[in-house]
């Protein structure tokens, strides 16, 4: 076992070697669902929001088309609509539409992501990469691993091997054995237990801390015991996480956009809270398949970095990632986002500062499922140990 700590973080490109579609596909699938669908106004609307897109931001994804149609569906509760609604093309004839379609369509956008996402376990060779990865924290100290994703592959990788582990979730059998809470004693704030217990209350082999939601999370309405002297305990309705779709659904609770990633509720707050304690401990932060273009993620490293310690960072992210920031601007006009850009060059920088013998930042030009099975990844975290060990003896 790797006697340091070492926390994991997966985005999209993670999940690319099960046939997973990246944010930018994911986008022109929905454009192509769309195009098909029999929702009114689905084609007009997305075509629509693209083309505004596409005048001033040539990094759109599905989470920028997403946060534009819920924006449209609550339209008059945004304080610059009255700006917006003075705008032409391609919105004029949009903004006649009652906000109840784009709420209609909303809903279908995720079912079909939904469906796009949902991926079946087998034992075909595109898994073994995900097994290899949980083999790797689990050789770590008290493995952390938090993922953007909202599929289920770990989960499902996990159970297959009989792997323990814990999402904060707690079983509620007394409800439903399908059924778990996430519990309101998290809010007290015990660090040290909280992530520590699988649902049933077993030790966990690992923990996953999936960031922005899940496909088996959903908002479902408050049961009849959630009420407290008259006060209701959910103000919004409970998140729960169940094997099967409940019957009592809200609303979609998996976050995205730039903005509304940063969701200020239960269980957000403490995923968020558990990123920035674990980063801090850190001694080896691993990053595979994250494009750096979430500004709150980002923040979180950079302020470790820049207040908390040093630690080192292993960037997996396909064969066109930069190796440094002085190969940055060959990258960035067909690559990176204007929020990676500026992250990965104050990183890099950062890392300029010390000597490569407390830190360093190391990029592996490989997708997630070559850096893993071929053992790029283990030699070089062995590397770092080996470095490490050598300055301590």
């Known amino acids: 076992m790797y006697q340091r700590k070492t926390v994991f973080l997966l985005g999209a490109g993670a999940s690319r070697g099960l046939g997973l579609p990246t944010s930018v596909e994911l986008l022109s699938r929905i454009r192509e669902w769309a195009r098909q669908e029999t929702l009114p106004h689905a084609r007009q609307t997305v075509e629509g929001v693209i083309e505004a897109y596409s005048r001033y931001n040539e990094h759109f994804n599905f989470e920028d088309l997403l946060t534009a149609v819920n924006s449209l569906a609550h339209r008059e509760e945004n304080e610059i609509w009255p700006l917006v609604a003075t705008l032409k093309e391609p919105f004029e004839a949009i903004m006649k539409m009652q906000p109840e379609l784009f709420v209609s369509l909303y809903q279908a956008m995720w079912g079909f992501i939904r469906s796009q996402l949902t991926v079946t376990y087998g034992d075909g060779q595109e898994w073994s990469y995900l097994r290899n990865l949980i083999n790797i924290a689990r050789e770590t100290d008290t493995p952390s691993i938090f993922t953007l994703n909202y599929d289920l592959s770990l989960e499902a990788v996990m159970e297959a091997a009989s792997i323990k582990y814990s999402t904060g979730f707690m079983s509620e059998p007394s409800y439903s054995s399908e059924v778990q809470w996430w519990p309101l004693w998290l809010l007290r704030g015990d660090d040290a237990v909280k992530f520590n217990n699988t649902p049933d209350g077993e030790n966990a082999d690992v923990h996953l801390i999936k960031l922005h939601g899940s496909l088996d999370w959903f908002r479902v309405e408050a049961p009849v015991l959630s009420t407290v002297e008259g006060y209701q305990i959910y103000p919004q309705g409970p998140i729960i996480r169940s094997n099967s779709t409940p019957d009592n659904i809200i609303e979609e609770v998996m976050i995205a956009g730039r903005v509304g990633k940063q969701k200020l ?129």
């Open 265 to 393: 509720e239960e269980p957000f707050i403490t995923l968020l809270r558990e990123f920035y304690n674990e980063v801090s401990k850190a001694d080896v932060l691993i990053i595979i398949g994250y494009s750096f273009s979430d500004p709150h993620i980002n923040r979180i490293l950079l302020d470790t970095l820049m207040r908390v310690r040093i630690y080192d960072i292993i960037v997996v992210n396909g064969l066109r990632w930069p190796l440094n920031a002085d190969g940055i601007d060959f990258m960035l006009a067909n690559y990176m986002s204007d929020e990676a850009e500026t992250t990965w060059s104050t990183l890099c920088h950062r890392y300029d500062m010390v000597s490569e013998y407390d830190a360093c930042i190391s990029v592996l030009p490989y997708y997630a499922e070559e850096a893993i099975n071929e053992g790029h990844l283990q030699s070089t975290l062995k590397e770092i140990w080996k470095i490490h060990r050598a300055l301590e003896s």
